[in-house]
């Protein structure tokens, strides 16, 4: 089988067993947008379980470098001075 197969039957499986054993929610991805969510749903009150196919947390953040892009900031927001 195939690499992402496997991981959808992984996840699947997980899922089962996690909602069985009482989680509110259920975050499939670490990334970055992943725990934001599951800290977003834990300060909620809700009962909280991440699971990711990787063997490290964080995504693809975690071969970033660091760089992070914004958008709408104060910064941008100032007039260009002309030339």
Known sequence: ???PILALLFIAAAI???SAQGADVIVV???PGGLAT???AATGGARVTVIDVASVFGG???VSEGGLS???TP???EPVPPR
């Open 1 to 3: 089988m195939q690499r």
């Open 16 to 18: 089962g067993r996690l």
């Open 29 to 31: 991805g670490a990334g």
């Open 38 to 40: 599951a800290l977003e």
């Open 60 to 62: 693809h953040a975690v």
């Open 70 to 72: 914004f958008a709408g």
């Open 75 to 77: 910064l941008q927001r």
